[in-house]
């Protein structure tokens, strides 16, 4: 049995597809294997030493250690991918609420007094400080090129906008979903020159940390919008709010609410409703239960922040699943333990990602506690543990 321990109301009932015979979730288990969350911060609570895996129901993971978990051989596990039709909606959602300014219309029709007559020659009287402009023939920039990001561009080119985007490190797999009616540009700053819109659709870390600032949006037509349902720090508020303040911002589209912006009246703020859709959040927990789940019972890695992507069809015999150091030396070191245990290997697979690897080790007979505490203490061996040949439990 596996203990899954749960936070932010992740429901058991939502991962009824799971082996209840393998599998024990709850906010309150004890000893937990794994965990799955959402929001919580798992910076601010202790994480036992029996976690052998973390999944986040999202593709963020700011919220999560995960330099502290990778030292201790700890997968990180996100779900990526899994609530991009919703952004992508909401994306395109955005681009009608700005060039129709249909928040602040819908606001004065609200505030609207009188019988009906009186509330008909308001409206007639009013209705064209709210008038605004068509998506076709308009010119969008997608800054991220992920699965959001590309159903983001595919969308506004059916809409009838001029499309490009900007991703460095696009993937083969995502360049092969991507309309070829898209250009990909290999220069940001060209690429916010050329747009009417622009969407952001990258992660927050060091390299996209205020990367539309004060020079990219001097750089912008007046009169465009910037749409920011990623991350708050991947834009300098400030500067933003100065460029709304001159007119260089037609508008700014984002969830994430703070004083400066929400004092900015062409600013439309929502409340964090991203992935906000009952779909993408079942989405979200079934696709990183999945990867936590295979993780558990055969060692694979699947949608690993910190670790690489690790499949080997299991042989007949127990498995070995180590996290080690990307270091030379180490698989040679497991392999001469092995063999002096007398251990012969069916299998070996050793895959790296930057400074972290992962070892998944087939072998033909059972492996004694001594010779799998000598594998952990090995140097350069982060975790290790033994998979038997029927999953369910383990060392």
């Known amino acids: ?197 622009l969407t952001l659709h990258v992660p927050l870390d060091d390299d996209t940390k205020s990367l539309i600032d004060a020079r990219r949006l001097s750089v912008l037509a007046g009169g465009a919008v910037l749409i920011n349902f990623s991350r708050a720090g991947i834009v300098d508020e400030t500067a933003v709010c100065a460029a709304l303040e001159s007119g260089r911002l037609h508008a700014y589209v984002t969830d994430f609410a703070t004083r400066a912006i929400l004092d900015q009246p062409r600013a439309v703020v929502l409340p964090h409703l991203g992935a906000s859709t009952s779909e993408a959040e079942q989405n979200c927990v079934n696709s990183v239960a999945e990867s936590v789940m295979d993780f558990l019972e055969s060692g694979e890695i699947r949608n690993s922040v910190n670790f690489p992507k690790v499949t080997l069809p299991r042989g007949g015999g127990v498995r070995l699943a180590i996290a080690n150091e990307n270091v030379p030396g180490v698989v040679s070191r497991i392999s001469s333990a092995l063999a002096a245990a007398s251990l012969n290997i069916e299998n070996l697979l050793n895959k790296s990602r930057e400074e972290y690897a992962f070892t998944l080790v087939d072998l033909d007979a059972d492996v004694r506690p001594n010779t799998l505490e000598q594998v952990r203490s090995l140097n350069g061996v982060l975790s290790a543990r033994l998979i038997p040949r029927s999953a369910g439990s383990f060392e």
């Open 1 to 197: 049995m596996f203990n899954v321990l749960t936070y932010d109301n992740i429901p058991a009932d939502r991962l009824k597809w799971l082996p209840r015979q393998k599998f024990s979730i709850a906010p309150d288990v004890p000893h937990p294997d794994a965990i799955l969350l959402r929001s919580h911060d798992l910076h601010k609570s202790p994480i036992p030493e029996t976690v052998l895996a973390v999944g986040r129901a999202g593709s963020g993971v700011n919220n999560i250690p995960v330099d502290a978990l990778s030292k201790r051989g700890v997968p990180v596990f996100n779900a990526p991918g899994a609530n991009a039709n919703a952004v992508k909606e909401l994306t395109i959602a955005a681009l009608f609420l700005a060039s129709r300014n249909i928040i602040a219309a819908a606001e004065f029709v609200r505030g609207l007094q009188g019988d009906d007559a009186i509330i008909q020659k308001q409206v007639e009287k009013e209705k064209k400080k709210f008038g605004g402009f068509e998506l076709a023939g308009k010119t969008l920039g997608v800054v991220g090129l992920g699965a959001i990001g590309v159903q983001v561009a595919n969308a506004a080119h059916q809409l009838g906008m001029h499309v490009y985007g900007f991703d460095p490190l696009l993937t083969v797999e995502h360049a092969l979903r991507l309309s070829p009616a898209v250009v990909s540009t290999s220069n940001l700053d060209d690429l916010v020159a050329k747009v009417d819109f």
